[in-house]
């Protein structure tokens, strides 16, 4: 007969009641999880393909550093229903040929839920198709082409800011106004889709004002990524009547040189850029020969009073980058983020692409603080049409009244 020890079945007992207790827990576990909507520790992964090196790398590294502002905030607070935000970026230079398998490898490697913050006219446009075809929402580029803003909208294309045409319609009305006759404001374009769409809403604003044919308009241009512009500089300083006004459609280093050059050779004009030259990048290209040049914005200016602002501020100290300053940029991106994370928060099941969509569609007016109103719908995808106005003085970048630029005529 086998003996047993006489402690076993006390043993045995205690075992099967922690096996029990055990079992219990991850059942309890689970069903809270599961009422809550955290039902993995998986995070909600965001992809991004910016310039993070090149001609516009400000732009990409600020741009960055706003969504994720947004995502640290949002993080900080326990995430989205307890999960966490990730963003996922590479780097594409601005270059479209480096986007497109950018793009790829985040919705088919990464299995991001959106591409978001994506920087400029020619990389969105090989990018948003993809993401299109894919059924992945496209969100918030750093664009105004319209070639993001059709009508219908496309479904999974999403913007926060105005459109260029509406940049440089508000530029060329103000310069109107001022007393400059339409057929002496000329443009300098980026030679590609970003350089068309302002020379494309410019062109019309000066057709409203009396311009009959785009043949009349000087207009010069140069090539993406470099910075030959001394071509486009002569063939407005050659053109009569000679340009009172020049409207910049390009990237901060080569529009900076344009300005230095233009000095140099004694061309006297008013110098105005729309939003992605990114002022602050203008103002530290230029130095001291900056003062005067005037920026549309499509943010309020990041040291006034908006609530944003306050917010903004708040977000980038989390990020332990308090010392760098806020720009434009990094506003832009962080309201992007911020419009991102107000839809996810509004989805009632699983966090999906789709649901993403709808989501966004579904915010209808919203305020996130920046003094104007967003709205968002199925039949508008265009979250803001505001556009503010700063000029340059002292290195420093101010804002000001579109009816100021009369007196800005002077000062350059």
């Known amino acids: 007969m086998i003996q047993r020890n006489p402690l076993w079945r006390t043993y045995r007992r205690i075992l099967c009641a922690a096996v029990c207790v055990a079992s219990l827990l991850l059942f309890f576990s689970a069903s809270v999880c599961a009422a809550d909507g955290s039902d993995d520790r998986e995070p909600l992964r965001f992809g991004m393909s910016t310039a993070l090196t090149g ?10 550093r ?24 590479l780097d594409d230079g601005y270059e479209p040929s480096e986007a497109g398998p950018n793009v790829r490898r985040l919705i088919e490697v990464d299995q991001v839920l959106a591409i978001v913050g994506d920087v400029g006219t020619p990389t969105a446009i090989v990018a948003a198709p993809i993401a299109r075809r894919s059924g992945v929402p496209f ?82 241009r140069y090539e993406r990524n470099t910075m030959a512009v001394e071509g486009a500089l002569a063939d407005l300083i050659l053109h009569q009547p000679a340009p009172q006004a020049v409207i910049l459609v390009g990237a901060y280093a080569p529009c900076a040189k344009l300005i230095r050059l233009a000095k140099e050779c004694d061309f006297p004009t008013l110098f105005l850029s729309v939003s992605f030259v990114a002022p602050n990048s203008l103002a530290a290209a230029l130095g001291d ?24 501020r708040a977000a980038l100290a989390q990020l332990k980058q308090h010392e760098a300053a806020p720009t434009p940029i990094s506003l832009e991106g962080y309201i992007v983020g911020r419009m991102l994370l107000l839809a996810l928060k509004r989805i009632p099941g699983e966090i999906d692409r789709e649901a993403i969509v709808v989501a966004c569609e579904g915010l209808g ?25 700063s000029r340059i003085e002292g290195g420093e970048v101010k804002p000001m009244e579109w009816s100021d630029v009369r007196a800005t005529r002077g000062k350059q």
């Open 55 to 64: 001609p516009i790398a400000d732009l990409g590294i600020e741009m960055h």
């Open 66 to 89: 706003g969504v994720l502002a947004a995502f640290a905030e949002a993080n900080a607070s326990g995430g989205v229903r307890g999960r966490k935000l990730e963003l996922i970026v």
């Open 139 to 220: 969100i918030g580029a750093l664009t105004g082409a319209g070639v993001l803003r059709k009508t219908p909208p496309d479904r999974y294309v999403i913007n926060f800011r105005a459109s260029y045409a509406e940049e440089t319609s508000a530029m060329v009305d103000a310069l109107v106004a001022a007393g400059i006759p339409p057929n002496e404001i000329a443009f300098i374009t980026q030679r590609d889709a970003y350089g068309d769409a302002g020379f494309s809403g410019g062109s019309e604003a000066l057709k409203r004002h009396g311009v009959a044919q785009e043949g009349k308009i000087a207009h010069g």
């Open 289 to 312: 020969q900056a003062d005067g040049v005037v920026v549309s914005q499509i943010v309020p200016d990041v040291h006034g009073a908006a609530p944003i602002n306050r917010q903004h």
């Open 365 to 389: 007016s919203f305020d996130l603080g920046l003094g104007v109103p967003l709205r968002l719908s199925s039949d508008e995808h265009q979250a803001s049409h505001a556009i503010w106005a």
